[in-house]
């Protein structure tokens, strides 16, 4: 093999073994399907019982979202439900919401609204080698006047917040 060919070869197996683009520590990968469901990946250094001990705790989770104003508990129990105030563009608006766990992470269905069509969230939490792999994703359509490609772009721009702040909040003591 020549002093050349050895650093293509070495190359050829590095790419080889690398994992696939988007997956790396961090990085978030987005996708948005046909019914406006906005789905994210990313993989962290936190486990996934970390992870859920946020996201299934009233008070670790409360503040999560930059659009929540306020989040207030309407029942306990296995699936709890709690009342939404988020921002909106001219006035808050109002959602109620049950949040239960499930084999791999946790969903969020909507119960109660006069602004919003629908608003779903899915957790999943897939342990990978060092850490979590976090599916995150949301449909929501408000009852507004907006394009959908406003929506989607304030959609995103929470949805990549919340999930800064679960890692965050999840990887301290």
């Known amino acids: ?19 696939p683009l988007g997956a790396g520590e ?18 962290v250094a936190v486990s996934p019982e970390r992870l859920l001990r ?3 705790s009233r008070e670790l989770s409360a503040d999560l979202s930059p659009d929540v104003i306020s989040k207030e508990l309407l029942a306990d129990g296995e699936c709890p439900r709690y009342r939404v105030h988020s ?12 949040s239960c766990l499930t084999a791999d992470g946790l969903r ?22 060092g850490g979590t792999e976090i599916g995150y994703h949301l449909l929501v359509k408000p009852r507004l006047r907006v394009p959908q490609a406003l929506v989607r772009m ?17 990887s301290g003591p």
């Open 87 to 98: 921002k909106g563009l001219t006035r808050p608006l109002v959602y109620d919401y049950s």
């Open 154 to 170: 304030g959609t995103k721009r929470s949805m990549k917040a919340t999930l800064n702040a679960l890692v965050e909040r999840a």
């Open 54 to 56: 946020v996201l299934s």
């Open 108 to 129: 969020e269905d909507l119960v109660a609204s006069e602004d919003f069509d629908a608003f779903a969230v899915r957790w999943h939490l897939r342990p990978v080698q």
């Open 1 to 19: 093999m020549t002093s050349r060919a050895l650093p293509l070869a070495v190359l050829a197996a590095a790419l080889l073994l690398a994992p």
């Open 26 to 43: 961090g990085e978030v990968r987005v996708e948005v399907d046909d019914d406006g469901t906005v789905r994210m990946t990313r993989v």
